[in-house]
């Protein structure tokens, strides 16, 4: 087993999905000769050509509407696009047609596609390049989310994309990209959606984290008996570890860096407050970015959640 | 070096027969005379099952109805040059191409009830669901187009869309993949000079919409759409076009909405009844019976006959239509994804066990 | 007063604003001549002329986009979107430019705009004609979300949109246009966004809804003493109104249209669980459409709350 | 009546100086030798201050940074044409043209090291955030315009954009609606034939991309972006046919991006060195300097003084700018809206107590 990090698992994921399948074709901007603005892509074109791998023009919109298409007619696209902030003028592919062919057309059509995405902050990168607006699609049924946190989730969660029949957003931590290294088994190999990973086991109290907010979460809870729910797959989240877990600990905090208000954190708390409140032993805390434009590089660690800020949650919950 | 022309464009149209049915036969196309009478009977078709729906949507048993009363030729005369194997990505008024391609009307009929199973497409046809988000479902077509190239099928994806539509930026997204990579795609735009209330003017400044192709480096052509050997003509000219590798092009089909936009709509409100009156004049049935009259294809009486015959038909898929048990609630679920989450799955027992 | 529908109310107040104040404009599909396909914009074309009220071309995003360069300029306009289910190809103008352009301007630019549109289930229209997506907004920070639910906060929010100095989408239900008739008070006046009404009072539970529910929710609740909270504004929503409402009663019900998933509800309750669930006595419940394709109107009443199945959430909570 | 063209349309280039700086006299725009030294020194200005930012980014004293290296002319020549009450959409890549109206270069480093109070526009200009999403901006030009003309200011609205935010569905919205309303809109895209690693010919298959305009009815026009006083003279023309009511025009400006893409791209992974080397031998600044030297304007010595007086302010903007206080965290809630929200109070209140 190699030693990769994010950029070079998802990378060789790709580059499985493409050898293993004629159907699997990956584009978007810059992903061919450039290799991805991250690298992500790199050496793809080089090896399956300009029929499996290729540039688009400047256009979200036309990118998952062309993945639609593809998808529909039995192909596997894999789209890239170059920042989750620019997703926004697709919206209307996704929600409108992406999740809802399989309906729509009673089962005749469906759309098994990927959206790959850099998405979240933490990289001193210029505006609408550090968004986290996860939620937005996770109020959208007939589409999945994902979010590795790992470079071992970012492949089998990518492998399970791919083969998935539905429509999937699969969102790439840029700030893990080159910050996580770890020995990645070579062979393909699947990490199941919608199934959450516990982390950490504890029993004080829960925290749930997704992507980057999860190594942060973790550094946090060291030196706590927190139960550590790594979410891994956003819609439809894993109602059942959550509830388990809650049951078992009696204290919930989730850990995201999206505004606050109608946050993915929201329905996780509103999900306990629902069918696990019983167990409840205080407050159900969310420490998330603010609910403010997210703001350039200088300010934007006063934005995402700090260590400090969880420590300080956690030590609050404790206190119950 | 100063000021210099460095490109010239052209727009052509294309007409066949003339109002009064008279023809180009220079531009008339191969088609036997099983044919020309085909054409005609998909366009008696179209217009008996249109008129249908009206009267039944205001009978209360059907819901809101798009009529395409006046747009017949440009439906039916695109559709007929199609092969089996192409997809096809309608707008939400192409009652016309869905009979001319063999789709059961009492399935359309279902689907304006508020069905959704009216829009299970049979196996036999690759008609994607009625596009009901103006101008979004072009990019899907340049998708497959994409897809059937990918895999070397001899498909093409052909697309219909309206005047309003071309306003979307969906619209340019698509038609510029369409250029870039070639595909083999087929945009047909019913230029029926309204998009509810907006007028063609009011939709752009352009001159013509066939020129807009000049924007993505495709072929662009108008045609008289009220005219259904010149659209055949040119649909099929835009098929081989792109089958045999050269990329899209974009009809624009010069046509006129007669009814108002749906049955919620009342037309008098925006436009003047003169104008409906001019248009009335080349009405395209009349015109296809006028070139099949003067050919001695048709009479009086084979007009009462087909009229006859096809309102049984019609009469047929209304029985079938409502004959259809009405769907279920765990209905909603099934398509929403291929496995339910377990929410989903609770939501599911929840709703079946009650009641609305 | 004028017993006036809701179509008249807004009507009236989109006359007198465009009469008192020359800012005001009227755009979008079909506004001008048509009277919009509710006829809400009836006659205003007639009386103001081309300038003030005019049809656009069918394009979304072009016209929240020329709604920003306008109230960038200083006007106040009033862009109408045919359906909510037409606006997911604006979001990139919603939510990267009119939320931001104060923020990105330092303040030199901002965008006091009103998107009105018909949004909402229960009229028997076709696809994406019934969408009730009013969550993806409530998580763009400077945006502000409002829907009336009477005549009366109809006109009042109308005015109060148009007024307020950042850009405010206003959900018109469509359930309700002609289902409700009140007297209305025939001088320009004001519903202050950010406010929630009390539209029954009671303390045996707390059950919040907006638009065409809280019609439906004050039916179901007539026998219960609940008190019924008329959210009027989604975003920002009155959080001291509901936090002061759960302390007394102990006990939450929330009723919205969109799916359950990410839903607003998600929010309401996520906020009590976090600040005031010390005070309740039992679980925090939602009552919402499914997690399903919007159906087409054969299936659309199995989906939308009835009032049975908010009594049955109601008998429930007071089991506790 | 068989196949009839229905329209004819031609593109135009515009071109006034030769690489070796020869003027064809009749385009010659009437500027006076002052305003032709001024523009000459504007793209010295902003070569110097876009060499600086790059060194400053590489010693991490600025953050991402897209160069406009070989597009001075484009920048400048068409600022330099605005008028002081218009209104100004840029893109991300427009240093030129902040420089030229007036932008205070300290502000605009700001911006770059990652604080939004670079974005503060000085309240004699008119100049809206830098957009960073490409291609959306075109649609808020065309509001201004609009509100302009509805308010009767003789205001252009003037919005940059590149080659690729022309494949952008709200390229296609915002020109559109600038021919249906007859905006004073003028739009000029910098045509540097690179759209990060995509080239011109990958991003559409037009052969030009003013001939786009013919989409919407609007004037297109070609010009060599690398001849500053063609440039000039083209957005001149424009601004005064929008000013005069004729409505919008879109400029295409050949131009050439001589640098990487931003800081955090490497070129030399997908475009050939030769290129790059063609193109510098069409340098827009080498080009106007000749055209001085020619009219006896412009000498060694006068290039070294100008040089070094340049310098001396770039260096003031740097220490302006490095001297700036770092903004405090409480600058994120302040214009998120007019008025805080109670929670938005509550978290301010939380996040100014704490530490990041
Ligand atoms: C994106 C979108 N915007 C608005 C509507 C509402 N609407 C339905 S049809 C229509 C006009 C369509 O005009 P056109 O494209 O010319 O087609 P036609 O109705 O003439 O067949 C409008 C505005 C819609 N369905 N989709
Ligand atoms: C909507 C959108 N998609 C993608 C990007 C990422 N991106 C930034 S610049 C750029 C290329 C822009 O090309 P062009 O319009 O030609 O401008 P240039 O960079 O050449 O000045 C891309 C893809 C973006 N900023 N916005
Ligand atoms: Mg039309
Ligand atoms: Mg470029």
């Known amino acids: ?320 | 070096m100063p000021r210099e022309t460095i490109a010239h464009f052209e727009i052509e149209r294309l007409e066949v027969l003339t109002p009064h049915g008279e023809v180009d036969t220079e531009l008339l196309p191969p088609l036997s005379d099983k044919q020309f009478l085909r054409l005609y009977e998909l366009l008696q078709l179209t217009r008996l099952s249109d008129e249908r729906a009206l009267s039944l949507q205001r009978e209360g048993r059907l819901g809101t109805f798009p009529s395409s009363l006046g747009q017949e030729a440009a439906q039916v005369g695109s559709a007929f040059a199609l092969s089996h194997e192409d997809w096809v990505f309608p707008s939400f008024r192409e009652l016309g191409v869905f009979l001319s391609l063999g789709y059961p009307l009492a399935r359309y009929y279902r689907y304006w009830t508020g069905d959704e199973r009216g829009l299970l497409c049979p196996p036999e046809l690759n008609i994607f669901p009625i596009n009901i988000a103006v101008g979004t479902h072009l990019l899907h077509a340049a998708g497959v187009a994409m897809g059937a190239r990918y895999r070397a099928d001899p498909v093409v994806a052909v697309a219909y869309l309206g005047d309003g539509a071309t306003s979307k930026g969906d619209f340019h997204e698509a038609l510029n993949m369409a250029g870039i990579y070639g595909l083999p795609l087929v945009a047909i735009c019913q230029n029926n000079q309204w998009a509810i209330s907006v007028s063609r003017k009011s939709q752009t400044a352009a001159e013509t919409l066939a020129q807009k192709a000049l924007a993505f480096g495709i072929r662009g052509i108008q045609v008289d759409g009220n005219d259904v050997l010149a659209v055949y003509l040119a649909t099929s000219e835009a098929l081989a076009h792109a089958r045999s590798g050269g990329g899209a092009t974009f009809i624009e089909c010069e046509t006129y909405r007669m009814s108002d936009h749906t049955t919620a709509d009342d037309a008098r409100r925006y436009r003047e009844p003169a104008e409906l009156e001019r248009w009335r004049a080349r009405d395209p049935l009349l015109r296809m019976r006028r070139f099949l009259e003067r050919r001695g294809l048709w009479d009086d009486a084979e007009q009462t006959a087909l009229e006859q015959s096809l309102r049984q038909s019609v009469d047929q898929a209304v029985a079938a239509a409502e004959a259809t048990a009405p769907p279920v609630a765990a209905e909603m679920f099934h398509y929403t994804c291929y496995e339910l989450s377990s929410r989903q799955q609770q939501q599911l027992k929840e709703c079946s066990d009650g009641s609305p």
Chains 1, 3 share one sequence.
């Open chain 1, 1 to 320: 087993m190699a030693v990769l990090n994010l950029v070079q698992a998802i990378n060789q994921g790709l580059q499985q999905a493409l050898a293993e399948d004629e159907r699997v074709l990956v584009f978007g901007e810059d992903v061919a000769a450039n290799g991805g603005v991250f690298r992500v892509t790199e050496g793809l074109h080089a090896e399956f050509g300009d029929a499996r791998v290729f540039d688009t023009p400047l256009a979200e919109s036309g990118i998952v509407g062309l993945a639609i298409g593809l998808s529909a007619y039995g192909l596997r696209p894999v789209a890239e696009i170059q920042f989750l902030g620019f997703t926004y003028s697709a919206i209307e592919q996704i929600y409108t047609h992406a999740a809802r062919i399989r309906a729509r057309s009673r089962g005749r059509f469906s759309c098994p596609m990927v959206i790959r995405t850099p998405y979240g902050g933490g990289i001193k990168a210029p505006e609408l390049h550090e968004e986290s607006s996860e939620a937005l699609f996770c109020h959208m049924p007939g589409i999945k989310v994902v979010v590795p946190s790992t470079p071992s989730t970012a492949k089998g969660l990518l492998l399970a994309a791919i083969q998935d029949p539905d429509p999937v957003i699969y969102l790439e931590p840029t700030r893990l990209y080159r910050l996580l290294k770890e020995e990645v088994a070579e062979e393909p190999y699947i990490t199941p959606l919608g199934q959450a990973r516990i982390a950490q086991a504890g029993d004080q109290l829960t925290i749930v984290a997704w992507g980057s907010m999860l190594e942060r979460a973790l550094r946090a809870a060291r030196n706590y008996s927190a139960e550590v729910i790594d979410l891994l797959t956003l819609s439809p989240f894993d109602r059942e570890t959550l509830l388990a877990s809650v049951a078992k600990t009696g204290r919930l905090l989730i850990v995201h860096e999206a505004p606050k208000t109608g946050g993915l954190g929201a329905e996780l708390a509103a999900t306990v407050a629902e069918e696990g409140i019983m167990s409840l032993k205080a407050p159900i805390l969310r420490v998330t970015g603010y609910d403010v434009v997210p703001p350039l590089p200088l300010l934007e660690d006063f934005n995402l959640p700090s260590e400090e800020r969880i420590i300080k949650a956690i030590e609050e919950l404790l206190r119950y």
